[in-house]
């Protein structure tokens, strides 16, 4: 089945720097990479997805890139404000019809105001 | 985006009893539902997903008669941790597949999540 590989399991950067976490897969079949971000005592919120017919895709301070040869895919955060800091997982899901997401374990952020 | 409700938010309870997790889709109709484990500190763990009005499919390792779930209308899916133990203090997530959006392919909307603490 699908495994999904998450770095770094923590990230502390000075606000206004960028922040990277990288995520690699194991099953070439997985077409849908979602992140969420989840913050102390909540669920996961859908911050940015990527598919795999697409590169890059961006929206204001928050861009993902996917691999699909090298099976990785990158969420990228610029300009880091203190409000960015939470618990950040990578997940990637199969083009078959069960619809199931295999989460990464995860990389808690911290901005440093 | 869609609202994924559930209740309670936070429940304890004594060894040995029952608890009831309700998951309710407030805006769509969630034909599958999924419910993970959350441990402090760790991801997320698929425990079963559910679909309306047929049986729950269960991962590898999660005991489908210690939880029961029951997907009995298309905007509300129940999990029930029978016979609590502490070992089963856990944060449950659901989350709901939205058939409607992301092109037809579905995107999942979560809940807030419940925490479950067994006495």
């Known amino acids: 089945g699908e495994n999904v590989e998450q770095h770094p399991s923590t990230l502390s950067v000075q606000e206004g720097d960028s922040a990277v976490i990288k995520c690699t897969y194991s099953d070439s079949a997985s077409n849908y990479f979602p992140w969420y971000k989840q913050e102390l005592g909540k669920g996961p919120q859908l911050i940015i997805d990527i598919r795999s017919n697409v590169g890059e895709k961006k929206d204001q301070r928050i861009a993902v890139t996917l691999n699909k040869t090298a099976k990785h895919f990158s969420l990228h955060i610029t300009e880091t404000q203190p409000e960015d800091s939470a618990v950040y997982f990578c997940?990637?899901?199969?083009?078959?019809?069960?619809?199931?997401?295999?989460f990464g374990s995860g990389t808690r952020l911290l901005v440093r105001p | 985006g869609a609202v994924v409700s559930q209740h309670p938010s936070w429940v304890i309870c004594k060894s040995g009893t029952s608890v009831k997790i309700e998951c309710r889709s407030l805006?769509?109709?969630?034909?599958?539902m999924f419910w993970y484990r959350q441990f402090p500190k760790q991801s997320l763990m698929l425990m079963a997903t559910s679909n309306e009005g047929s049986k729950a499919t269960y991962e590898q390792g999660v005991e489908k008669d210690k939880f029961l779930i029951n997907h009995a209308s298309l905007t509300l899916s129940t999990l029930t941790v029978t016979s609590a133990h502490p070992e089963d203090s856990s944060f449950y997530i659901c989350s709901a597949r939205d058939p409607t959006q992301a092109g037809g392919t579905g995107e999942l909307f979560f809940g807030e999540g419940s925490r479950l603490t067994v006495l």
């Open positions: 805006d769509f109709q969630a034909t599958t």
């Open positions: 997940a990637a899901r199969r083009a078959d019809s069960s619809y199931k997401l295999i």
